[in-house]
């Protein structure tokens, strides 16, 4: 189980990077991505590399089905967890609605196609290097790592319900401010 839970950290936090640079590059003005309060993650990217990594094995060995799967698998990822921000915690980290065949702005084929190409990437280049990155680590770092992993989550969540704000999530940015004035 514990390899599981880093990977999961692993994959978020390159999704965070991952979005970073993708913001970055198409000039959009949010360029913060995080998903949490003090962790920089993603956890969509996380979710879905570990819902990609559980698909059977024999999937694996056809790439042509792996990415298709890959790719519906991720959607329903991707759709399911803006669902639950959207309702749970009155928040939405992404708008498709100017994307072509978007599904209510949540999920849309252009990205789908991007998450099974992206799957394929995970599966070939980055797994080997993850596994090996989770099999390393010491047992004694996984019980605080999950501890604070929840806090921020349970912290993150309360403030985005409150404040049904993914800017309330940027405490280094009122730190400038406060500098600044």
Same mark, same amino acid.
């Given at each position: 189980?514990?390899?599981?839970?880093?990977?999961?950290?692993?994959?978020?936090?390159?999704?965070?990077?991952?979005?970073?640079?993708?913001?970055?590059?198409?000039?959009?003005?949010?360029?913060?991505?995080?998903?949490?309060?003090?962790?920089?993650?993603?956890?969509?990217?996380?979710?879905? &590399?570990?819902?990609?990594?559980? $698909? %059977?094995?024999? @999937?694996?060995?056809?790439? *042509?089905? /792996? =990415?298709?799967?890959?790719? #519906?698998?991720?959607?329903?990822?991707?759709?399911?967890?803006?669902?639950?921000?959207?309702?749970?915690?009155?928040?939405?980290?992404?708008?498709?609605?100017?994307?072509?065949?978007?599904?209510?702005?949540?999920?849309?084929?252009?990205?789908?196609?991007?998450?099974?190409?992206?799957?394929?990437?995970?599966?070939?280049?980055?797994?080997?290097?993850? &596994?090996?990155?989770?099999?390393? $680590? %010491?047992?004694? @770092?996984?019980?605080?790592? *999950?501890? /604070? =992993?929840?806090?921020?989550? #349970?912290?993150?969540?309360?403030?985005?319900?409150?404040?049904?704000?993914?800017?309330?999530?940027?405490?280094?940015?009122?730190?400038?401010?406060?500098?600044?004035?």
């Amino acid at each position: 189980m514990a390899v599981w839970f880093w990977q999961f950290l692993f994959y978020s936090f390159l999704g965070f990077v991952f979005e970073v640079f993708f913001a970055r590059a198409v000039h959009n003005p949010k360029r913060d991505r995080k998903c949490r309060y003090f962790l920089p993650l993603c956890p969509v990217y996380g979710l879905g &590399a570990v819902a990609v990594l559980l $698909l %059977p094995e024999h @999937l694996r060995s056809h790439p *042509v089905v /792996f =990415f298709l799967c890959a790719a #519906a698998l991720c959607t329903v990822v991707e759709y399911a967890t803006a669902l639950f921000y959207e309702k749970a915690l009155g928040v939405s980290f992404w708008d498709y609605t100017q994307l072509p065949l978007n599904f209510g702005g949540r999920v849309c084929l252009p990205f789908s196609l991007l998450w099974g190409l992206l799957s394929l990437l995970l599966l070939w280049i980055t797994q080997p290097y993850a &596994a090996g990155l989770a099999g390393a $680590l %010491p047992p004694w @770092l996984l019980p605080p790592a *999950v501890l /604070f =992993f929840f806090a921020d989550s #349970a912290w993150s969540f309360f403030l985005l319900r409150r404040t049904q704000d993914t800017a309330s999530l940027r405490w280094y940015a009122r730190l400038g401010a406060r500098r600044t004035a």
